[in-house]
């Protein structure tokens, strides 16, 4: 005797993507909810730079706050759908069609857009960081978050209407530019940071004249910084949404989570003092010579200055601290 519901496989793949899905969102989320945390104690123990470790602070715990209204409407709508409403008429999959616009859901989908909103804006952020506040490089991906961000609002404004979701005409016609346009600015930023960061670790390599950057770190700081997670992640969901594949279902709760898990890695690096910062970056004008010595001529004696430069410190340190660690030693010759 089968216990199994009478429906098709298209419906119970259906069913099962927006189940797993909902487990997998609430598994990243437990990842952000640790890194959160870890990132929180960091910026609350150092004492340098109050000022930007409270601003840090509350970026991060506004993140985590909406990310959390976000799981908790989710759970709050999937109980709703395969609890309270079991017997609805075509199962739990007709359930979240027809009632996808129900006001517990469209909290869940206007926290997405506003956590959409903070981690866009930080990425353009760290691209003017990256780019020495150069003001020309962000004007074509602040168009563009500008306009993602209009989509954004017209989606879940659409998706909350009645008898409306996320598949339904209007709101797909807007859905799918909106995912399109937010994952090309993150695949554009990504490309950006991940360039500017591998064109400055080589030009050191160059002035330095040493291996001293381990493969393993040098990804790992490509990866982070250019939030190329977020990139990957979302790129496997807007193909999925466009082609109306129910691995969509599966995908967007975790990227609800992964957009914030972005951040919140740069924001630790930050609070860690391993953060790509301006002087990373402005320190590559400073060290622009073809050796580490040089001579200059004072009072007729002719003084040899030995540079020394920290490597890490170029690289990761922090805005509030110097990145360059210079000696000088001087011998005179009659």
């Known amino acids: 005797m089968s216990y199994s519901p009478q429906e098709s496989s298209a ?6 993507a927006n189940f797993v899905g909902g487990y997998l969102g609430a598994m ?19 004492r340098s730079s109050p000022k930007s470790n409270l601003r840090w602070l509350v970026y991060v715990s506004l993140l985590f706050v909406v990310a959390t209204v976000q799981v908790g409407a989710s759970i709050k709508f999937m109980q709703m759908t395969w609890i309270d409403n079991r017997n609805f008429p075509g199962g739990p999959a007709m359930y979240i069609q027809m009632v996808f616009s129900a006001w517990i859901n469209t909290v869940s989908n206007v926290a997405y857009v506003i956590n959409n909103f903070l981690a866009d804006g930080l990425l353009i952020y760290r691209i003017w960081i990256f780019w020495s506040y150069n003001y020309y490089v962000v ?3 602040t168009l563009v978050f500008l306009a993602s961000t209009a989509l954004s609002i017209i989606t879940a404004y659409e998706a909350a209407q009645p008898n409306s979701n996320l598949s339904t005409t209007v709101a797909f016609n807007f859905g799918v530019p909106y995912w399109s346009i937010s994952i090309a600015l993150n695949v554009i930023i990504t490309l950006m940071i991940a360039g500017r960061i591998i064109a400055v670790r080589k030009e050191l390599k160059t002035v330095l004249q040493n291996d001293y950057t381990t493969p393993y770190d040098s990804v790992l700081a490509t990866i982070i910084e250019s939030a190329a997670l977020y990139s990957v992640t979302g790129l496997v969901y807007v193909i999925s949404y466009a082609r109306s594949s129910s691995f969509q279902y599966i995908m967007l709760p975790i990227l609800g989570q992964v957009m914030c898990i972005a951040p919140v890695l740069i924001i630790l690096r930050v609070a860690s003092g391993r953060a790509f910062s301006k002087s990373t970056v402005a320190t590559i004008s400073a060290i622009h010579f073809g050796d580490t010595t040089g001579e200059s001529s004072v009072n007729g004696n002719t ?18 601290q110097s990145t360059l660690e210079i000696s000088s030693s001087s011998t005179g010759k009659p």
Not at 11 to 16: D, G, N, T
Not at 303 to 320: H, R
């Open 11 to 16: 419906e119970l793949w259906l069913e099962r």
């Open 28 to 46: 990243t989320y437990a990842v952000h909810a640790l890194l959160f945390f870890k990132c929180a104690f960091i910026l609350l123990d150092r």
């Open 139 to 141: 004007i074509f991906p």
């Open 303 to 320: 003084t040899e200055d030995a540079v020394t430069v920290d490597p890490e410190k170029i690289l990761f340190s922090p805005p509030s």
